[in-house]
Nanobody, 121 residues
Framework: QVQLVESGGGLVQAGGSLRLSCAAS????????MGWYRQAPGKQREMVAV???????NYADSVKGRFTISRDNAKNTMALQMNSLKPEDTAVYYC???????????????WGQGTQVTVSS
């Protein structure tokens, strides 16, 4: 089994910063693309930032210039540095990864349980 665990969420005032982390564990041979997604109550889950195994990143327009995604392939971890936070960033943030499992030829998509980020005015 594969587990993804997020951490680092919390309450912060507008203009502040938070750093989210995601740790992958279990029957993992390799992590391919990874990403951060977020979902506010009553809204669809949306992509925040994605990153390839080689480190190429793409960001949602709403966070570009404020958020930075990174990963450590040796540690099977990923992070999201969030600066200049706005109230509209309030959501549950989820870690996602395409995982090559032991004895498998293909990648499967896995999700963490999420971490709450709340930005106050």
């Amino acid at each position: 089994q594969v587990q993804l665990v997020e951490s680092g969420g919390g309450l912060v005032q507008a203009g502040g910063s938070l750093r989210l982390s995601c740790a992958a564990s279990g029957s993992i041979v390799r992590l391919n693309a990874m990403g951060w997604y977020r979902q506010a109550p009553g809204k669809q889950r949306e992509m925040v930032a994605v990153i390839t195994r080689g480190g190429s990143a793409n960001y949602a327009d709403s966070v570009k210039g404020r958020f930075t995604i990174s990963r450590d392939n040796a540690k099977n971890t990923m992070a999201l540095q969030m600066n200049s936070l706005k109230p509209e960033d309030t959501a549950v943030y989820y870690c996602n990864a395409d995982v090559l499992r032991t004895f498998s030829d293909d990648y499967g998509s896995y999700w963490g349980q999420g971490t709450q980020v709340t930005v106050s005015s």
